[in-house]
């Protein structure tokens, strides 16, 4: 992959340009093809970092992948997120964030979706645990919850 080098403002941008390209390509393709086409980006780069993080093909402990996962993510990392904890319960995989990129910008009645960062998570965790899994949020600190909540559950 080619890596660009900005040597003045460096590998960061505003969440302000963020939400303005989100929203220009809901504007341009419509809310439900934005939703896939960035959800479709986070797991793809989610991947990718799964991999720098050596989790491809491997098992790793889920409490020690959730430190990494969190630092990598974090406000020492891509600043995508704050993630608090990472819980399985059976079938299912919480992930807890907070300060999610997406959940910035909307209105009231239509807060934005977490779906870069929900499909972010989406591609480690596929790579983490080896298995085929399906996300979605299931909270949103805009909605007045504690923590934007992304779910993961096995499909067969």
Not at 24 to 40: H, I, N, P, Q, R
Not at 71 to 98: F, W
Not at 137 to 153: A, H, K, N, P, W
Request: hydrophobic share 35%.
């Amino acid at each position: 992959m080619l890596e660009l080098k900005r040597d003045k403002l460096g590998q960061f941008s505003s969440i302000e340009s963020f939400r303005a390209l989100v929203e220009g390509m809901s504007d341009a393709l419509g809310e439900k093809a934005t939703a896939v086409a960035l959800t479709a980006a986070g797991r793809k780069h989610g991947q990718e970092l799964a991999g720098k993080l050596g989790f491809k093909g491997t098992t790793q402990n889920l409490e020690d992948a959730t430190k990494q996962i969190a630092e990598v993510l974090g406000e020492e990392g891509a600043r995508l997120c704050i993630i608090d904890k990472i819980t399985q319960e059976g079938d299912t995989v919480k992930v807890y964030t907070k300060e999610t990129l997406c959940a910035i910008g909307g209105t009231d009645e239509e807060p934005p979706k977490c779906t870069f960062t929900l499909g972010l998570v989406w591609g480690v965790l596929t790579e983490l645990l080896q298995q085929k899994i399906k996300g979605s949020q299931t909270q949103s600190v805009l909605r007045g919850d504690s923590y934007d909540l992304f779910e993961f559950i096995t499909v067969e």
